[in-house]
């Protein structure tokens, strides 16, 4: 063959560098050609090439290595898919050339090496010698078996789980070799006690990786049953120095590379946990301490190396517990807890190339079918099995798992670790990552025997086996829950109802029952929505299992399908639009309260598909001005005022719930949301009123003034809307027949925004005016200037810091801010006897205000370091300071705050401490409302409403006890704060 010709067939066969491969063919001589064939099945048949050069000039007997390549297929073959998918082989031959013999084997290919025989071939490679020269002799056995192995993997099509488990095997043959060599360098004092390894994760399921950490726990009992405490003591100690050296001998770095670590972070107690137990003190702690996920790693324990029969006793004495995990207090919440560190520890990065832990990756496999096990397995004991491919097999034969999704993710997975033995065996490195430079990709492409555009048929082979599994994890989970439920032929698996009911219950649903009779309400029947729903329900249950309260999501998706199931829109969102269904669910399994305003208006569901950032004050406004002068007749009117309001309502809510509003942002759009009520609603009842007493005109202006929490852009969900109603008679007018109108106008205002109706009642609160409720409703503002003048006390001044003139005539409350900006930032400040004034009301509202029975610690507004102590230091610093610093004069407590540090008058580290405070009492407050669908001001005590809480504000649902921890921790802090600035 010319040259040319060559070099059109070395293309042809996948060589890339046609100069260096016709170089290397010329230097392997005569008979060279006939190789090709083998090379071009390599996965880089340039590596194998190079590395075959290497090699011949690295052995002995160059023509005796040449000839066995050229005269024996299965050499070739062998060895140049070893060559060309692992440089780290490569180098290992580089190093001991000798072993290339090792795959002239004609056994290889067909049989499998006895766990005894690989074992046994390990601890003669360790005895009798010296510490370093066993230790080297470990890591050049280990790679003969490993060489073995990878040639048997590469050219004889190997399944994957029978590599993983023979690689299983050669792990457990080498932790028994590093514990003799751990007992030798211990000495004597070893023979005093029993140490068992057992394997756990990958190793323990009998199918490891071709690089892992091998996860280990160690049990030791001492060889002496009368053994005192002192000598029980001793060998405690001994077993610790055996498993720590054992461990030593895997990891260490020498001349021969390593092996991989041994990780025993999985003992009870983890690292601040003794290296070595006594299965009493492996009891103990099982049996009172360890937590759910700590049971479900038992699943796969094994004994393997050292005392095998104390191993086996361990194993034995812990599988009750692993089959009773699910019915544990906290299971659910483990299992989630783990599902979610997997996501968040994926390195943002790496999110998209991740085999292992991304979305449609191994650990979903893994995890499902665990959860599977846990959840069935107590009550049958064929689906047991701790290998991922067995157990999924027999929950497959077992009718847990349909058939057909059995097999297809029996497929998906085997090819996941398939490509996952791959990417490791090349460097013998631990990665999970998919390698994304084209080099690597077409290497990887060709080993899994994609010879013809390897990287497009990998990536696309890849994507395929993801969407696989991410679909059938949610249907392997979920969709047998309808088939239990809904009367209709299928030929997947259908679960009894106890099964079904085991399935919800180790999902999170507290009432099982109640949620498989709101299934069959949703799924009944073959309408077009009952298919619609049962199309829709898999995804929906899991986002309803990943909430605090799944039973609520359930049944209040139920009831808005009942009213909406008919509506053309409704379900086809749902379905076409993922993100709305997502966050619908979301909102329902969490908040009583979005619960609540979805039910009273279904149509909401819409808002959910677009932006849900509250809108502007002028457009709400604009709108329900525009949509109340529409209606015929005041009562209609103010009806749709409060529809828009409600849908408003709905609009922060669901943003806050989605973690998509700060609680500031929550406080200034409720306060927008308010004002442009309260502007509406003035106009409607303003005309209203006029039209009933026969007026063309109102004889009076009218101005609406904020007061309390509204004033303060602090409204919370529950707030009641405190105002002052002032007017202004206009030019000849009876002042008589002023205030009258006045009166009744604020009246008609406070009656139909607080009447009971499908729309959230406005409370709209004037008892902060003068004179309390037995002063008049409205008042002109020369009497609120005569008043103020004569008869105001400084808890007025104070309260009308907050004060904010928003709703009505602008020229009336540009005048009554004007009037009560003096008293509120009185000139000189306040007198000594006013601070004390101030003072004794707080001291009398901290001990007469508290509810009887409320925790001081854990009251939200007036516990210590709760709400009120930081407005009351706020306020008292606005009235001592107010009318020489401006930044202090305004009705918002954290710009008040951040003026008062800037000027000086608080530390700026004190004054974060008390904004921190104020925001996380003021965010627990608004969550427990949105959770409970009531307000209320104590720290939520109940565990469902505390997950609800902590949900909402961010925390993972089993962080409760962190956010309760967080909150005294801020609220403490803040107290001490107070101490020193307002009671000095």
Known sequence: MNRASQRTELLRLGFVDLDAAQAGLEQIGAGAGELLPYLGQSAD?????????????????????????????????????????????????????????????????????????????????????????????????????LLRLAARDLAHDLAVDDAAAELADLAAGTLDAALVVARERIGADADAVRLAVVAMGKCGGHELNYVSDVDVIFVHEVVDPDADDQALASAARVAARLAAQLMQVCSDHTAEGTIWP?????????????????????????ERWAEPWEYQALLKARAVAGDLDLGRAFVAMVQPMVWSAADREGFVDAARAMRRRVLDHIPAKEADRQLKLGAGGLRDVEFAVQLLQLVHGRADERIRPPTTLSALARLTENGYVGREDGESLHRAYAFLRQLEHRIQLHRLQRTHVVPSDEAALRRLGRSLGFLKESEKRLDDTWGHHRREVSRLHQKIFYRPLLSAVARIASDEVRLSSEAAGARLAALGYADPQAALRNLEALTAGVSRTAVIQRTLLP??????????????????FRRISETLGRTPWYLSTLRDEGEVAERLAHLLATSRYCTDLLEREPAGVRLLAG???????????????????????????????????????????????????????????????TDATLEATLEVTARS????????????????????????????????ADVLFVHDPVEGADPQAASSYARAVAEELRRVLGAPGPDPALVVDADLRPEGRNGPLARTLESYAAYYAKWSHVWEAQALLRADAVVGDAGLRERFTALIDPLRYPEGGLTDEDVLEVRRIKGRVDKERLPRGA????????????????????????????????????????????????????????????????????????????????????????????????????????????????????????????????WE
């Open 45 to 145: 048949p340039d590596a194998a090439l190079r590395a075959l050069c290497r090699l011949a000039d690295a052995v002995d007997d160059r023509a005796e290595l040449l000839d066995a390549v050229r005269d024996d297929e299965g050499t070739a073959m062998r060895l140049l898919r070893v060559l060309g998918a692992s440089a780290a082989l490569a180098d290992h031959l580089g190093h001991h050339p000798e072993q290339w013999r090792e795959l002239t084997d004609p056994t290889l290919g067909s049989t499998r090496p006895a766990a005894w025989a690989m074992r046994a071939a390990l601890l003669d490679a360790v005895a009798g010698k010296p510490d370093r020269e066993a230790v080297d002799a470990l890591r050049v056995e280990y790679r003969r078996q």
């Open 262 to 286: 041994v990780d025993a972070a999985l003992r009870p107690e983890g690292k601040a946990g003794p290296l070595s137990r006594t299965i009493a003190s492996h009891r103990a702690y099982y």
């Open 539 to 556: 995804a929906m249950l899991q986002w309803f299992a990943e909430c605090p309260d799944p039973d609520g999501g359930l049944f209040g």
């Open 611 to 673: 932006d849900l950032a509250p809108l502007a004050s002028e457009a709400m406004l604009e709108e329900m001005l525009a949509t109340a002068r529409r209606q015929d007749g005041a009562e209609k009117a103010v009806r749709a005022v409060r529809a828009v309001r409600r849908r408003e309502l709905l609009r922060i809510a669901a943003g806050d719930v989605l973690g998509l509003v700060d609680v500031a942002d929550v406080g200034f759009a409720l306060t927008r949301l």
């Open 689 to 720: 009123v006029a039209a009933q007493r026969g007026l063309e005109e109102p004889p009076t202006r009218l101005a609406v003034i904020a007061m309390g929490r509204y004033g303060g852009f602090e409204l919370s969900y529950g707030s009641d």
């Open 855 to 982: 925790d001081p610690a854990l009251h939200l507004k007036l516990g210590r370091g709760g709400l009120a102590d930081i407005e009351w230091t706020v306020q008292l610093l606005q009235l001592r300071y107010g009318a020489e610093i401006e930044g202090l004069r305004t009705a918002q407590t954290l710009a008040a705050l951040t003026a008062a540090a800037e000027a000086g008058l608080i530390a700026h580290e004190d004054a974060e401490t008390l904004g921190a405070s104020w925001r996380m009492a003021s965010r627990v407050r608004n969550a427990l409302l949105l959770a409970r669908g009531r307000p209320g001001d104590q720290f939520p005590r109940g565990t469902l409403e505390r997950r609800a809480v902590a949900g909402i504000l961010g925390y993972q649902l089993s962080e409760s006890d962190r956010l309760l921890d967080d909150y005294l921790r801020a609220s403490r802090r803040a107290h001490a704060v107070v101490d020193r600035v307002f």
